[in-house]
């Protein structure tokens, strides 16, 4: 493959994205329902593993810190970022429970979990989802196109119209950033 077909493929993507009324939709419904969450002083966490624990990373970085407005924080947090509890709950219990375990500890009733995983199918993720939901939290999945068994789960789905895990990622970043700007556009 060459590097104008790659590029050609992420353009691809997004113009589908562009194109995808009821997706856009469903962004504007995430925008909203973080901004309500932030308003009301709750917070957001977020969770993925490998490129998608990256994201999660950086987008929290995006609340927590700032994206365009010098404005006071927001409350945010990527749940992988103690590696000596993630080490320790893999280690004790499973991987299967690392995100979960601290969604329980944390989460209260109004919080927003987003959750990232191109195949929608993380072990680790889901339990994380239904810990969220058991707790009486909102629930945004960033997922490919189907959705997998997060699809179930998400209170709001954000599933790029692909099976390319390179070209899902720069989606949710894109839409991450996108709902980023706008949240904090409605908040400042």
Avoid: W
Wanted: proline share 3%; glycine share 8%.
């Amino acid at each position: 493959m060459t590097i104008q077909e790659i590029i050609q493929n992420s353009i691809f993507t997004k113009q589908q994205i562009l194109e995808n009324k009821a997706l856009l939709s469903e962004i504007e419904a995430v925008i909203q329902c973080l901004s309500d969450a932030f308003k009301a002083g709750n917070k957001v966490l977020f969770c993925g593993n490998g490129g998608s624990a990256a994201d999660a990373q950086h987008l929290a970085a995006e609340f927590s810190g700032r994206f365009y407005t010098d404005r006071d924080p927001l409350p945010s947090e990527a749940l992988h970022t103690n590696t000596s509890y993630l080490t320790a709950v893999a280690n004790d219990y499973s991987y299967d429970v690392v995100y979960s375990r601290l969604v329980k500890g944390m989460g209260k009733p109004g919080d927003v979990l987003v959750a990232l995983s191109t195949s929608g199918n993380s072990t680790n993720i889901v339990k994380a989802l239904e810990q969220a939901r058991e707790i009486g939290m909102k629930t945004v999945c960033f997922t490919g196109s189907t959705g997998g068994k997060m699809k179930a789960l998400a209170d709001y789905l954000l599933n790029v119209p692909s099976t390319d895990t390179p070209r899902i990622q720069e989606a949710h970043i894109l839409i991450g950033h996108i709902i980023c700007q706008l949240v904090e556009e409605h908040l400042f």
